[in-house]
């Protein structure tokens, strides 16, 4: 007797909506065993999750402050993965944006707001473009695999980061690698009375709009996807496909450095080390969650954002480590990489 | 200064370090070969490394042996990598995704299993490590002696590897199969060899190897379990099988690489040098990315790599 993997059928289209749903559940009742194993409650420990992140006005708001960088590297990843771009440098793309923003906020600091606020969002969206576009010409021009490529770039970004901090961006007489505080019109409006709810949360989710509409409704999202599909094909059919490919990485890593941006200008207004706790990676898991579709990066990201959020008030009331988002996380991926694949393929029992 | 740098104390000294600070990419870089000569990126290498880290050390603390320590690591290695397989190889999953899937499962299970056993003390708990083992006569060399030949086991072990899994590879049949299965899966199908079967081996070996060298950082290297005690090291030995063109001894040379540097940076830091540093290491990431370049060209990469095995997409 063997087990093989055989095509299906088609699923009707409400399976794109019930995977994750699934996914999501199958995930919160795997992680109830490290939980029960932490021996929290189970019923009080996914209680103080869901009130830690949507509990009251102010969790509400910070789990959203925590959706912003999770929406902008998930958008990112999701826009190249859909070239089949393999980006998997966002991580060094939101340093090179929030390395570029330091650098601006830092240096000039005689500009009004309404000038500042543009040029910072610009200087990082362009430096995370440019970076993105590096491993993107290594692939078109010298056949590098990208993933590793991209990967790679993430250290060397890290490093650049490291000498600045510890060199021209360092905070005068500091002796810990930290920047000077960036000017005050470059910090992002905070919205919300009582809260840390900034601009650059609408502007993340404006930004799903946008790539929902680049993909769907553009020239350059239909090239794009054609690309991914099967670049040949589209190479005949008469698509630039190395031009398009650098578009796409200029926009998928300038989405990452907007993240890093964000980081800077909204959240700690110093550049130092510890800048991202490996948003750009999460950034991957959560295109792919999102199954690579601007609303699903959306949902993906609100989901991380709770369990990000929610781990923390977890953590205090029940005793539970804070780290079991990241076993969250993973089994999250794993689980929606099985439930996707069983959506085209069936397991088969063949009696030989 | 320069007089201090030349030194023959420094040299070996830097020998030593070098040596101690290739080892646990050595490990994780020959369990990447093996598995990548099988037709399996493993991206899930840097949390199999920490899962392993953790466990060595975690049960050198409970059992107060560091062979079941490192023994362990291994068995968990094992483990990873045989759901690694079940994802990538029998399911058929893109293999970056799944391995960046192991990787994030495992380094959070990893954080969260030491938080359970230690909480959050202000002095990390440590563990008796292991302590280097000269070798007679060899180690009374002038110089080199010293450094080669005053270290630990699991260093040796390492040396070892590289020309057994050389050897494993090109010489034997078991390599052959191995090979042929990276190459070219349908052929090797035709033969009889089971692909999937040796890919999940390998996976396995390859897995065991990354555990144990995630280990030598918590039980030789440090004498204790820090959140980024990998610190990338995974990625590194990923890099450096690109840059040693899936080969044991080329690979080895790009992992010295990264240990001079590594330990050089160590050792002016202690002369209060004002270097960036921070440029220093980001040498080795380079040297890869420049040895990408030429590795597209001469395109030795497995032929199959990434692509799942499925009989009957080639119709058979």
């Known amino acids: 007797m063997k ?8 699923l009707p289209g409400w399976t794109k909506i019930a995977i994750p749903v699934a996914s999501v559940l199958a995930t919160l009742i795997i992680s109830a065993i490290p939980i029960s194993l932490a021996g929290a409650n189970l019923w009080s420990a996914y209680r103080a999750l869901f009130y830690g992140a949507l509990g009251t006005r102010f969790n509400i708001l910070e789990t959203l402050v925590k959706t912003s960088p999770y929406l902008l590297t998930g958008l990112a990843v999701a826009f190249a993965f859909r070239a089949k771009f393999w980006n ?14 330091t650098w601006l906020a830092v240096n000039v600091s005689t500009l009004p707001a309404v000038i500042m ?7 990082g969206f362009i430096a995370g473009g440019m970076w993105a576009i590096i491993p993107a010409l290594l692939k078109t021009r010298l056949k590098v695999d990208d993933v590793v490529s991209t990967l790679l770039l993430n250290f060397v970004m890290i490093h650049i980061m490291g000498a600045l901090l510890f060199g021209p961006l360092q905070k005068p007489n500091a002796s810990w690698p930290i920047s000077d505080e960036i000017a005050a019109a470059a910090k992002y409006p905070l919205l919300l009375a009582r809260s840390r709810f900034h601009l650059g949360i609408p502007l993340a989710f404006v930004l799903v709009f946008v790539v929902w509409f680049i993909n769907s409704k553009t020239v350059l999202g239909y090239r794009s996807l054609a690309v991914g599909t099967n670049i040949r094909a589209a190479r005949f059919g008469g698509i630039r496909t190395t031009s398009v490919l650098l578009v796409t990485a200029l926009i998928s890593g300038g989405l990452a450095g907007l993240a890093g941006v964000g980081e800077v200008c909204a959240i700690q207004y110093h550049l130092m080390t510890d800048i991202s706790p490996g948003y750009g990676y999460t950034g991957i898991v959560i295109a792919m969650l999102g199954n690579l579709h601007p609303i699903g990066v959306m949902l993906a990201s609100l989901f991380f954002s709770i369990i990000n959020v929610g781990a923390q008030t977890m953590s205090r009331m029940t005793g539970v480590p804070s780290y079991i988002t990241g076993v969250m996380e993973g089994t999250a991926l794993i689980v929606m990489l099985i439930f996707l694949l069983m959506n085209e393929y069936k397991l088969r029992v063949v009696k030989s | 200064m320069i007089g201090e740098i030349l ?18 990419i050595i490990f994780a870089m020959l369990g990447e070969i093996i598995t990548e000569r099988s037709g399996v ?11 392993g880290a953790m466990t060595g050390f975690l049960v050198t603390m409970n059992t107060g042996s560091l062979w079941a320590g490192v023994l362990m690591a291994a068995v968990t290695g094992i483990v990873l990598s045989l759901l690694m397989a079940f994802l990538a190889v029998f399911l058929g999953l893109s293999q970056h995704v799944s391995g960046l899937g192991i990787t994030l499962f495992a380094t959070g299970l990893s954080m969260f299993i030491y938080r ?10 440590t563990v008796q490590p292991f302590t280097r083992v000269k070798i007679p006569l060899l180690s009374e060399i002038p110089v080199i002696g010293p450094g080669l030949f005053d270290q630990y086991v699991l260093t040796y072990i390492a040396w070892i590897l590289i020309p057994l899994v050389a050897i494993l590879l090109y010489r034997t049949k078991v390599g052959l199969i191995i090979r042929t299965v990276g190459e070219n899966p349908f052929a090797a199908d035709t033969v009889g060899v089971n692909v999937n079967l040796t890919r999940t081996l390998c996976l396995a070996v390859g897995g065991a190897f990354m555990g ?18 990998i610190g990338g090291r995974g990625w590194v030995a990923i890099a450096m099988v690109i840059f040693g063109n899936w080969d044991p001894v080329k690979g080895t040379i790009g992992a010295l690489i990264f240990g001079v540097l590594d330990g050089l940076q160590l050792r002016l830091q202690g002369f209060g040098l004002q270097i960036p540093f921070d440029l220093f290491l980001m040498i080795p990431y380079l040297i890869t990315i420049i040895a990408l370049i030429g590795v597209s060209r001469k395109a030795s990469v497995p032929a199959a790599l990434l692509q799942p095995y499925r009989r009957e997409d080639k119709g058979g």
Request: cysteine-free; glycine content about 12%.
């Open chain 2, 212 to 229: 144990v060298g995630g280990a030598f950082l918590t039980l030789a290297h440090q004498n204790m379990f820090l959140m980024d005690v």
């Open chain 2, 41 to 51: 990126l493993n991206l899930g290498i840097e949390g199999t490394m920490l899962f």
């Open chain 1, 88 to 101: 998997i440098g966002a991580e060094g793309q939101l340093l090179a944006g929030g390395i570029a923003a």
């Open chain 1, 3 to 10: 087990i093989q993997i055989v095509k299906r059928k088609p």
């Open chain 1, 117 to 123: 606020l543009p040029m910072v969002l610009l200087a």
């Open chain 2, 7 to 24: 030194s023959a104390t420094f040299i070996t000294g830097l020998i030593g370090a070098t040596m101690r600070m290739a080892t646990p």
């Open chain 2, 116 to 125: 359970l056993q230690f909480g959050s003390p202000v002095v990390p708990p």
